[in-house]
């Protein structure tokens, strides 16, 4: 049975999101996969920014 890290699953996440937005917000390929793209850069980044953030508050 397939059971992801948290980290993989944010990533899993993340990806398919980015999918759908690049989908349904833009209309020429290119920038589907642009937009796309970047919103999956930054769901990634902020949840790095974010753990890191309350890894620095639980201390």
Known sequence: ???PSHF???L??????SIVFGITMR???KQM???G???FS???GSAIVLSWV??????
Do not use: I, K
């Open 33 to 35: 996969f642009r937009y």
């Open 27 to 29: 209309s020429v390929p």
């Open 54 to 59: 309350m890894f620095l508050l639980a201390r």
């Open 8 to 10: 993989t699953a944010v």
């Open 1 to 3: 049975m397939f059971s």
């Open 12 to 17: 899993l996440f993340a990806l398919f999101v």
């Open 42 to 44: 930054l769901f990634v």
């Open 37 to 39: 793209a970047w919103c």
